[in-house]
């Protein structure tokens, strides 16, 4: 069978078992920040398991691709090396949600390997947890696998999500590969060889631990199972290892052709095709290659592809190339895969060019290290230097030295980090932290999006990030009611600000933030005194909302309108909205062009002038989904979503924000500036309403301004302009011509300056009026003047210093231009060099100049 039979067979079994076949989700996980990337079936259904997620079936299955490149699950080092470890791989998964428990997940497990698959029962070992007799009897007594084929284990058959939370017994399949490969059974001492491969693990969570390790049944026991689709597609395909199965070999073969190779079996080659999967897929999902985060994975995972190119004998760039023969093998299983391949290539592209301008350096530095290694280890300052400074991931240097027989100084390098991060902590600065981190506080009822004042009851008060019980007056710190008009700040839209006030009580709300569902009211008591049980009025500053609803919206038109200019991998990497402007990140891989910046700018407009309604429904995830709403990445939704729809349809995504009423509120969209801030990130500044007629006005005020300083009309400005520069290039050509004119006229004074030193002539002179390209132009004229000489020239323009330094020809066995020139340039604070017979430099200490003129003399008398 081949891959993509085996996952249909899968999914097509368990859904005749009345499970709900549940689509792959995002390699970025959506409902847990601890973890890097997806990396097992059940991280989409985590909150399920947990009881936070209800959704409307009680059985799933999925084939859920997964990356394990980061973080706890890295698996980079040993890819290509080993036979069945990858960056990449897909999980056929079935789950129950306080359904069916163990028998039921063992019996179906048993009938899909022996009916479904028909592998032979003889070749299937099977384990248990040393406690879990349940399991056990099912397994020996039920469905009668043989007592010798059968083993109990501790630690190996135990699984937990963390230290903490839901946990189990788990049971695993292994295939037998036969008696000619090495290795004995689960639980025997040589078990970690190749002949007993694990290929299916049932996990029964019936568990959560506590915080002092007690084990607490769940009320409702579940399944979580993984099976890896290379593993099992290996077994059916009668092969070893899985870069022999169907779908690797076609990668392999696609990047042999790609880097010139003829040997299938190189481990370059694995290398190369395994990292084609992961790139592909996280460049899919939206990650772009950066200095940090997912990001850096992304983009070590690609500098490691390119190195195994090179290693292949490869120079030019190769790796984008093979996203279409991924897309040939699991395109069908993955449109998206399809429908973003030219933007994955490019993205690809673009990270091999860049990389390809520091390889060079990188491998020089790193070859000139391993020259000096006394021993089998290369110092950790060495492996931080090459990542700090030439893009080389530990991983990429750690593959070179198991190349070259040695290992890397890890904790050395670790030590390099830390001190690093601890320049980084000591620049940064931090602000009183008011969300008092560890205190559980109640759930703040919000009411802000129907209305501006309401009273509320104060449930606490905090300073300093502490509970207290009164706050007086002239103190800062947070206030907790139970409920709110002010919005805490959350998806880049800031907090509400104004006052909570009653009589003579009035306490000026700077800011509001989250934590948890509670809202705080963050400022400083102006007058009175508040303590717990108050009643306050809780007004907002509507002016300020109002204009931050105008920016809110107006990035929603902005992220729609970027997709349609951009293309559909433009996602948001981040956004700031206040009052006074909007800031949106999303994912881009090169500067937008002004012309496309315009047409965004003008599709934005469009829809304000549509004046068309914002509708805002409260719908669930699925509904959400149908109606076509964009997510985004990392970020958590509850059961219930507010579908945010703007423009009949033109943006539709979920926003817990305020927003305007009408399209046409927002006035007008002015974008101010388009940056790049990380690698693959750009970033677009914008204003709206009377800020944005503001930037127009002040716009034209410039070009007014300008059009009278030119003596024109701002029609004509540019072309004043134009006839302005092209009369200033054409004094500078000038200008230029007549110093190198004056310095060659000059040149027979100043040689005769020229001194005799032990045979060598030697001249060594400030030239008034020159510039760094007259004082070349004169020391070549010089050189020839003189014949065999030693020449060093300086010029002082305001309190900088540019010196030439030349040597002829005939003398640069004995004196080097860049040596003099370094000799000099020290000496007036600067620095200098350059070939053996002509250097350069400059320097900042213009009352030094003479005395290092002179010291020319002695410097050659001392090495003539």
């Not at 409307?56 to 040993?78: F, I, M, W």
């Not at 919000?446 to 009164?470: D, H, I, S």
């Not at 974008?671 to 500044?685: H, K, L, N, Q, Y």
């Not at 010196?803 to 007036?828: C, I, N, P, S, Y």
Request: proline share 3%; with cysteine; glycine share 10%.
């Amino acid at each position: 069978m081949k891959s993509a039979q085996i996952r249909d067979a899968f999914l097509t079994f368990f859904e005749s078992k009345g499970h709900t076949v549940v689509p792959s989700s995002s390699l970025i996980p959506g409902n847990d920040p601890t973890l890097l990337f997806t990396n097992a079936g059940m991280v989409q259904f985590k909150d399920v398991f947990l009881g936070s997620d209800p959704r409307p079936y009680t059985r799933a299955a999925s084939s859920q691709r997964c990356v394990r490149a980061g973080g706890k699950h890295n698996d980079l080092e040993n890819v290509g090396y080993t036979a069945r470890h990858h960056t990449f791989f897909e999980m056929l998964g079935n789950f129950s949600f306080g359904d069916y428990f163990k028998r039921d997940a063992i019996h179906y497990a048993w009938e899909f390997l022996t009916k479904t698959l028909g592998l032979p029962e003889e070749r299937l070992w099977v384990t248990v947890h040393v406690s879990d007799d349940e399991a056990a009897d099912i397994w020996l007594k039920e469905v009668g696998v043989s007592a010798e084929r059968f083993s109990r284990l501790d630690e190996d058959n135990f699984w937990q999500m963390g230290d903490t939370g839901p946990c189990g017994p788990s049971s695993e399949i292994f295939y037998d590969h036969g008696a000619d490969v090495p290795g004995g059974p689960p639980g025997s001492e040589n078990d970690d060889l190749d002949r007993y491969i694990e290929i299916w693990n049932l996990v029964f969570m019936q568990y959560e631990r506590q915080g002092d390790g007690e084990l607490k049944p769940l009320p409702n026991p579940s399944i979580d199972t993984g099976m890896g689709l290379e593993r099992i597609a290996a077994v059916m395909q009668g092969v070893h290892t899985n870069y022999e199965i169907d779908l690797f070999q076609h990668l392999l073969k696609a990047a042999a052709k790609a880097t010139g190779s003829d040997d299938l079996e190189h481990k370059s080659l694995r290398v190369i095709a395994d990292h084609i999967r992961s790139c592909a897929f996280l460049v899919s999902d939206g990650v772009m290659p950066s200095n940090e985060g997912r990001g850096y994975v992304l983009r070590r995972i690609i500098r490691r592809a390119i190195r195994h190119g090179h290693k292949l004998g490869q120079q030019q760039a190769f790796f984008h190339t093979l996203v279409d023969a991924l897309a040939e093998v699991m395109g069908d299983a993955y449109p998206e895969l399809l429908e973003r391949k030219a933007q994955i290539a490019k993205v690809l592209l673009q990270e091999e060019e860049q990389f390809e301008k520091t390889l060079d350096k990188g491998m020089a530095v790193l070859e000139e290290a391993l020259a000096e290694v006394r021993g089998s280890e290369i110092p950790g300052e060495v492996v931080f230097t090459l990542y700090d400074t030439y893009g080389f991931p530990v991983d990429l240097t750690n593959d070179i030295a198991r190349e070259r027989d040695l290992s890397i100084d890890m904790a050395g390098y670790e030590e390099a980090m830390e001190a690093q991060r601890a320049r980084a902590r000591a620049a940064g600065s931090f602000k009183v932290d008011y969300t008092a981190a560890g205190l559980e506080l109640p759930k703040t009822e919000f009411l802000g999006y129907t209305q501006l004042a309401e009273q509320g009851t104060v449930l606490a008060l905090l300073k300093g990030g502490a509970e207290v019980e009164r706050l007086i007056e002239g103190e800062e710190g947070a206030i907790l009611l139970d409920r709110t008009p002010f919005y805490a700040e959350s998806g880049g839209q800031v907090g509400d600000c104004g006052y909570l006030q009653l009589g003579d009580v009035r306490f000026e709300v700077r800011d509001c933030v989250k934590q948890g569902d509670a809202h705080l009211h963050v400022g400083v008591l102006l007058h009175g005194s508040i303590a717990e049980g108050d009643r306050l009025e809780a007004q907002v500053d509507g002016g300020v909302r109002q204009a931050t609803a105008l920016n809110h919206s107006a990035t929603h038109l902005l992220h729609a309108a970027l997709r349609q200019v951009l293309g559909e991998h433009v996602t948001q990497k981040g956004s700031l909205v206040d009052s006074e402007r909007l800031r949106f990140d999303f994912s881009h891989f090169e500067a937008v062009k002004p012309a496309e910046l315009k047409a965004i700018e003008t599709l934005v407009n469009d829809q304000v002038r549509l004046n068309s309604d914002v509708q805002i429904e409260v719908c669930d995830m699925e509904e959400a989904k149908a109606k076509g709403a964009m997510a985004l990445f990392g970020e958590k939704y509850g059961n219930e979503v507010r579908v945010l729809t703007m423009g009949d349809g033109f943006s539709v995504e979920l926003c817990g924000g305020t927003h305007v009423r009408r399209t046409g509120d927002i006035g007008l969209l002015r974008i101010t500036s388009e940056s790049g801030i990380a690698s693959g990130v750009r970033r677009i500044e914008a204003v709206t309403g009377a800020r944005a007629l503001a930037a127009f006005d002040r716009a034209e005020a410039l070009v007014d301004k300008a059009a009278k300083t030119l003596k024109t009309k701002p029609d004509n400005l540019a072309d004043k302009l134009e006839q302005l520069l092209a009369q200033n290039r054409k004094l500078e050509k000038d200008l230029a011509a007549l110093k190198t004119k004056l310095a060659a006229s000059g040149s027979s004074d100043i040689a005769s300056q020229a001194q005799d030193v032990k045979g060598v002539k030697v001249l060594a002179v400030n030239l008034e009026g020159a510039d760094a390209k007259s004082l070349r132009d004169s020391a070549d004229q010089l050189k020839n003047k003189l014949g065999s000489a030693v020449v060093l020239l300086a010029a002082v323009e305001g309190d900088k210093i540019a010196l030439v330094a030349g040597v002829t020809k005939d003398l640069t066995d004995r004196f080097k231009a860049g040596d003099l020139m370094r000799h000099v340039a020290e000496q007036v604070g600067g620095k200098g060099g350059g070939r053996p017979d002509m250097a350069q430099g400059g320097g900042t200490d213009v009352a030094a100049l003479d005395q290092a003129l002179a010291s020319v003399i002695s410097w050659v008398e001392a090495k003539a």
